[in-house]
């Protein structure tokens, strides 16, 4: 059984910066693509960034553009989503998803196989 454990959420005024990570266990391969969503009270999960494990390509959406890096680690099999510059509305749980079946970088959640319990994350004005 999959499991995607992420850690590093907490509470940061704006301007600052976390560092989210997710290792995945309980498979001998790590899958083709690995994704940050969020879903903030009230609101749909929405698509953050994404990485292929082969080859690092990543994809990010508008608003954390510039803002935020996706970056893997093969060896150790996690996934670290740097987040610089937060805003207010980047309060959000932030999710991480496996991709072990399609391999192409989506930003639909149903694009994904397996998810993380997620990570609170939450920027002060």
């Known amino acids: 059984q999959v499991q995607l454990i992420e850690s590093g959420g907490g509470l940061v005024q704006a301007g600052g910066s976390l560092r989210l990570s997710c290792a995945v266990s309980?498979?001998?391969?790590?899958?083709?693509?690995m994704g940050w969503f969020r879903q903030a009270p009230g609101k749909e999960r929405e698509f953050v960034a994404a990485?292929?494990?082969?080859?690092?390509?990543?994809y990010y959406a508008d608003s954390v553009k510039g803002r935020f890096t996706i970056s893997r680690d093969n060896a150790k099999k996690t996934v670290y989503l740097q987040m610089n510059s937060l805003k207010p509305e980047d309060t959000a749980v932030y999710y991480c998803?496996?991709?072990?079946?399609?391999?192409?970088?989506?930003?639909?959640?149903?694009?994904?196989?397996?998810w993380g319990p997620g990570t609170q994350v939450t920027v002060s004005s």
């Open positions: 998803a496996a991709d072990f079946t399609r391999g192409i970088i989506s930003k639909s959640p149903r694009a994904y196989d397996d």
């Open positions: 309980g498979r001998t391969s790590s899958g083709y693509v």
């Open positions: 990485v292929r494990w082969s080859g690092g390509m990543t």
